[in-house]
């Protein structure tokens, strides 16, 4: 299980920036086709299935509460440095309604598990089939038939890509620069494109795999890429105690302001926002008091955890 905390995580680059959101590994169950997710060949043209449907969306939340791996509000801790990143897109891996505190990982309703390959050697999510979607976009939209009747009070989800800015000092001058980060256990990957700049790579990579692009470059090579040091990260779960998540993994778990009650009857689309706290998420170790990024001056990335995990049913 992971142990309530912060971690550190750096890289071996001129620019240290990344984090290890360490995703769940160990998830066996059958993958399910979503609209946001490339369908297989024989699916293309298939109709969709009528009746209402389930339609998740992301929302990056700058002002939403900042919380610990409990589930509890959380400060900057003194010596550290933090900024809310620009969030641009999201994919998600792995999507569990739970209906009650004790309710173990896996015993939950699971509506979706990423699609994964054996192309790279081992199995791995195949980052090539699954779309990274931007805020307010739809993730996953299936028929609410797959979701059986029942009370649902919590929701987890494992999120398995993260494409996102941030703001950095060099040299007496302020800079931004894109991250791409792999985060779920073992992704197969093609290409991808962090900013502006497509870094390919056809094969496995496995959790922690970043890349970086400076987008108004203050040295001569623009993007770097490489693979995160093992480390802990924050990872919500307000039910440690009674519903832990595997070690190396950051599946978000969040409750329902009611519960979430299916009959198995309904005539309405269900839409639910996945609302992630962005607040204060990209924490490093501050060195001299300003709560200015400063990697070139050795201050050091320490933490990337999405602060927290809201489920709001419109």
């Not at 298939?46 to 389930?54: D, F, M, T, W």
């Not at 703001?167 to 093609?190: E, M």
């Not at 105690?241 to 409750?255: D, E, N, R, Y």
């Not at 329902?256 to 005539?267: D, H, K, Q, R, W």
Request: aromatic share 10%; proline share 7%; hydrophobic share 40%.
């Amino acid at each position: 299980m992971m142990s309530p905390g912060h971690g550190a995580c750096s890289f071996a680059s001129t620019f240290p920036i990344l984090m290890r959101l360490a995703l769940f590994a160990a998830l066996t169950l059958v993958a399910l086709t979503l609209d946001s997710c490339k369908k297989d060949d024989d699916d293309d043209d298939a109709p969709a299935e009528a009746g209402p449907r389930l339609i998740r969306k992301f929302k990056f939340d700058s002002t939403q509460v900042r919380l610990n791996n409990l589930g509890l509000p959380a400060t900057v801790p003194a010596g550290h440095g933090a900024q809310s990143p620009r969030f641009n897109k999201m994919s998600g891996h792995y999507v569990e309604f739970a209906q009650s505190p004790t309710t173990l990982l896996g015993q939950g309703d699971v509506v979706y598990h990423a699609p994964e390959t054996t192309l790279g050697g081992s199995t791995a999510i195949d980052h090539d089939l699954c779309i990274a979607v931007a805020d307010g976009a739809e993730f996953l939209n299936i028929p609410l038939s797959d979701l059986s009747p029942g009370t649902y009070q919590y929701l987890r989800v494992s999120l398995a890509y993260q494409n996102y800015d941030i703001r950095f000092w060099f040299v007496g001058q302020t800079y931004d620069g894109t991250i791409a980060s792999f985060i779920g256990y073992n992704t197969y990957i093609g290409s991808f494109l962090v900013h502006d700049s497509t870094v390919t790579v056809n094969g496995n990579r496995a959790q922690g795999y970043w890349a970086f692009e400076v987008l108004n470059p203050p040295i001569a090579t623009p993007v770097s890429s490489g693979l995160g040091t093992p480390g802990a990260t924050t990872v919500v779960n307000p039910l440690f105690a009674t519903s832990p998540i595997p070690a190396g993994s950051c599946l978000a778990t969040g409750a329902f302001a009611s519960p979430l009650v299916i009959t198995g009857n309904e005539t309405q689309d269900k839409v639910i926002v996945v609302s992630l706290s962005t607040n204060k998420s990209f924490e490093w170790t501050e060195l001299d008091g300003d709560n200015i990024f400063e990697p070139a001056d050795g201050e050091t990335v320490v933490d990337m955890g999405v602060r927290g995990l809201i489920p709001i049913v419109q």
